[in-house]
Structure formats: structure tokens, C-alpha cells
């Protein structure tokens, strides 16, 4: 079905009571709320329009699968089954910015839509204590991708969401900026070893203290990861990334000691890899908007370490660089 009604811009409600949001949620509505990694854009993932909804909202060009929220483990193990590897990695990490893919139980109503037909489902228990409640009282799946238009920045505060999705969605649940300011970890643990499929907070090293050995996803391997598009993260202007310094119609993003002049956004001036993962989408919103006004062509990105979680902004600024389609 193409059709949809005609309907003019919907006022967006930025609220602060995480019961209000919840019983939207329930009534099949839009809401996008904060998590301690990124704001998410929620749907009840058992309600097959409503996730539709947040497609449509996101302009997203195919059904990626999406990730479910619960309030806890207990919640999400009743939609997927879990092995001695995911209850581990549960009790250590959760709640927390980590996804686990798993196979899905028969019984789990959530929608294939959410799940992009796959046999599996990916799901997570946010630290937030917001979302946690929201979810909470929700208690329902809540599929939620990053609350931003497709293609475009992952949001970390509530004016970001309302600059990508006002006018889209029923409300934005104001939580607060996130901590972490990086998509979770994504870890499949459905086939015989578990791989890595998006880099995180969690880190590969922190994971393989708790489990052992772990695969890596072949890069490009659409099946294995459908949503990982290489110009996911992909700010308007282009990326040059491992620039020392910038050209004379670059922006820079600095990570550590730069030079003077010229418009810059600094990651971290300790290079504390933490604290530059924490401002790594707003200082691509920020360069991407005020470089566009003063007439820079181009961002030119430090080198980022390639370790600990230097290896997710990279992942991401590798991305934001990529040719866009
Ligand atoms: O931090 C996060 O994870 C945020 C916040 C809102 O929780 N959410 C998020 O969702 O980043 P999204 O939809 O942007 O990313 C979902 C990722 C994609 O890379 C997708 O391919 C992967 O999870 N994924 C979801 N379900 C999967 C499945 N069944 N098998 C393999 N990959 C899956
Ligand atoms: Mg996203």
C-alpha cells in the first residue's frame, strides 16, 4: 500500500513525563526519547503501522531492522532466547549500551517490520532512568533507530530531534544530553560465534573479558548488518578524515592540540577518547551547520586513535566520509 492520508504537519510535544510518552506509545504514536547512547524515535515494534511511521518519519530508503527496548532483561528474554553468552553479557551489561541479536521465540508478537523478516531480533535495556521508566510503563517492545532523518546525524539532545523530526512525530520526551553520545554496541550472538557487528561504548576487548573469542562481520556484509549503510552518519558537507590540519576552506575537527584560527570544533583537547565520543555528533551538527553559513567547503577530521572506543568514532567518521549514493 502506497497510499497515505493527507494530512498536514503534526505538531511535536516536547514533554517531560515519561507516563505521557508511554501512554502515546501505547496509542501507536511517535515518540522519540533519550537513552544514555542517543535519542531514539519510538514505536511500539508490535504495532506494524506504527513502526511504518517511524520509516516514513526518518525518510529511511529500506527496512533495516530495528532494535527493541525493554525495561529489562527479564522483558526482552521473552522475545528472544537467550544463551549462557547473552545472559553473561546481561548481567554484566545491562542496562546498558549494549545489543544483543539473538533468535526470536515463536511467540514474540513484535512485528516483522521491526525485524526486517529476519529470524532474529536485536534487543537492548537502555541505562537512562527516563527512558527506563518510559519503558516501564510502556510495557511494550519499543523499536527505536536514532531519532534523526535518514542519512543524516544521530541526535544527542532533545533540539536536535526537533530540528530532524518536528512537524513528523507526535512528542519528544526531553531526557536530558546522552552520555555516551555513540549508537550501542551490536553484538550477534545467534550464529556459533559471536561477531561484533557495530562498535561501541562496550568495547571488543570488554566483551571478549566476559566471553571469550569473537568474530568480526565481514565489512560490507549487507546481510549480516542491513542497517549499516556506508553513508549513514553523512553531515551535508564532505569529510577528509586523518587531516593533521586543515585546508584554508575546511572546518577542522580537533582531537587534541590544533592550530589557531580558521573554525574548529575540538573533540577533546586531553584526547580523552570518552570525552570525544561524547561530543562527536553534536561537534558534526555544529561544524557541518556554521561551516555551511561561513563558507568552508569541506570538514577536515583529525586522526582518532584506532583503540578502545577510538574505534567506534572512527567507524563513524569513516561513514560521515564515505561517497555519498
Ligand atoms: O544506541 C542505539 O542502539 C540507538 C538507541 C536509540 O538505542 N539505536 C540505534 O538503532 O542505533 P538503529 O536502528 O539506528 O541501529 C540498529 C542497528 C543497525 O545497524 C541494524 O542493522 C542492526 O542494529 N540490527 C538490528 N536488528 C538486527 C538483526 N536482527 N540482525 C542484525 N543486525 C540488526
Ligand atoms: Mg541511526
Known sequence: ????????????????????????????????????????????ATN???????????????FNPLICHFASAEAAFQHVRPNSMAEKLAEQFWPGPL????????????????????????????????????????????????ANRSGRISPTSATHVLAELGGRIAAVLESGSCAVGLESTVLDLSGPTPTLLRPGFITHEMLEARIGALGTAAPGNALLAPGMLASH????????????????????????????????????ETRNLT???????????????????????????????????????NDRL???AAPRG
Open 275 to 313: 570525552e570525544a565520543a561524547a561530543n562527536l555528533f553534536q561537534a558534526l551538527h555544529w561544524l557541518d551547520e556554521h561551516a555551511t553559513l561561513r563558507g568552508f567547503t569541506a570538514i577536515a577530521a583529525a586522526p582518532i586513535p584506532g583503540t578502545g572506543l577510538g574505534i567506534a568514532i
Open 1 to 44: 500500500m502506497t497510499a497515505s492520508r493527507a494530512e498536514g504537519p503534526e505538531p511535536t510535544r516536547l514533554i517531560t513525563n515519561p507516563d505521557a510518552a508511554a501512554q502515546l506509545l501505547r496509542a501507536g504514536r511517535l515518540v522519540a526519547f533519550g537513552t544514555e547512547t542517543v535519542y531514539g524515535l519510538g514505536a511500539d
Open 99 to 146: 545489543t544483543l541479536v539473538l533468535p526470536r521465540r515463536a511467540s514474540s508478537l513484535v512485528s516483522q517490520l521491526a525485524g526486517a523478516g529476519l529470524p532474529t531480533l536485536a534487543v537492548r535495556v537502555p541505562a537512562h532512568p527516563i527512558a527506563h521508566e518510559m519503558l516501564r510503563l510502556a510495557d511494550l517492545p519499543i523499536a527505536a533507530p536514532s
Open 48 to 62: 506494524a503501522e506504527a513502526v511504518a511511521g517511524i520509516y516514513q518519519a526518518k525518510g529511511r530508503p529500506s
Open 233 to 268: 552518519y553523512a553531515p551535508s558537507l564532505p569529510v577528509r578524515l586523518n587531516a593533521t590540519a586543515p585546508m584554508p576552506d575546511e572546518a577542522f575537527l580537533a582531537f587534541g592540540p590544533a592550530p589557531a584560527g580558521g573554525l574548529m570544533f575540538q573533540l577533546s
Open 318 to 320: 569513516s561513514r560521515a
